[in-house]
């Protein structure tokens, strides 16, 4: 997957943090955060089945709920919303009545260089900033390196990863840092740091790719609350869309382009 010019062009997004610094302690309970467009952390299943062209999933994507379309960074994408909680996988409601609620909203199409280069553009002006990169076991920290090491050996080991034969998965993940001060961006010496001294409604956007034979087939865009599902549920995974599988290069469910939601931002 030969990304390196797209990946090189937003590095410099990583030397520095933007905006006011907060660190929030997360509600108990589910507070409403968004976590892209309409779509806001905590809420019921049964209330997103209600929107129009909503359809139970089913088989892998059991308890999930999948829409026809929603159009962001310009383009048309699935989409998949993914639940947390009692009845999250099978979509049953508990006998109170509290059921899974929102997670997750994953974004889903064909992968294309041009729509690749549409969602690293919407997400910068959105302001994201790249934090780190997986691809197949390993992990780059940008944050770790570049404290480190500096900026050079950063270019560096993305540059020995891409040039890595056969890849079939590549992931990146972009927070959105307008609520990061100064002082955190000097205290803070990786990731997991930073994601202890955030606030609990600092949204990521981790942006796959999937494929066979080292060429992408799949994109997907995972918009998620990380820290905030941390404290609700305990340990949110990340990025555990059932589209990635086992399976380099899944086929993604069939779903008919109308009647979805409209989510621009």
Request: proline letters at 4%.
């Amino acid at each position: 997957m030969n990304c390196a010019r797209i990946f090189l062009a937003v590095l410099g997004l990583t030397l520095c943090l933007l905006g006011p610094a907060l660190a929030a302690e997360a509600p108990r309970e589910p507070a409403g955060h968004v976590i892209f467009g309409d779509w806001r952390f905590g809420m019921e299943r049964a209330e997103a089945l209600r929107t129009p062209g909503a359809r139970e999933g089913s088989g892998d994507f059991a308890g999930h709920v999948l829409l026809p379309e929603a159009r962001w960074a310009g383009l048309s994408w699935n989409v998949s919303l993914e639940f947390q909680g009692a009845g999250a996988d099978t979509g049953a409601a508990t006998a109170a009545g509290a059921g899974a609620r929102l997670v997750r909203v994953c974004l889903y199409e064909a992968y294309s260089r041009e729509r690749l280069d549409a969602v690293n553009a919407a997400l910068r002006e959105s302001g994201f900033e790249m934090l780190v990169m997986l691809a197949e076991n390993r992990e780059l920290d940008f944050l770790a390196i570049l404290k480190g090491f500096g900026s050079a050996e950063l270019q560096k080991r993305i540059a020995a990863l891409y040039q890595t034969d056969g890849l079939n998965f590549m992931s990146f993940g972009w927070f959105d840092t307008r609520a990061l001060s100064r002082d955190i961006k000097i205290m803070v010496r990786n990731l997991s740091e930073l994601l202890r001294v955030v606030g609990a409604d600092t949204r990521e956007a981790e942006v796959t790719l999937l494929g066979a034979d080292g060429k992408a087939s799949h994109m997907l865009v995972i918009f998620s609350l990380p820290v905030l599902e941390t404290q609700v549920y305990g340990g949110g995974a990340r990025g555990t869309s059932p589209l990635k599988g086992d399976n380099p290069a899944p086929a993604a469910p069939q779903i008919s382009p109308s009647g979805g939601k409209n989510a621009n931002h």
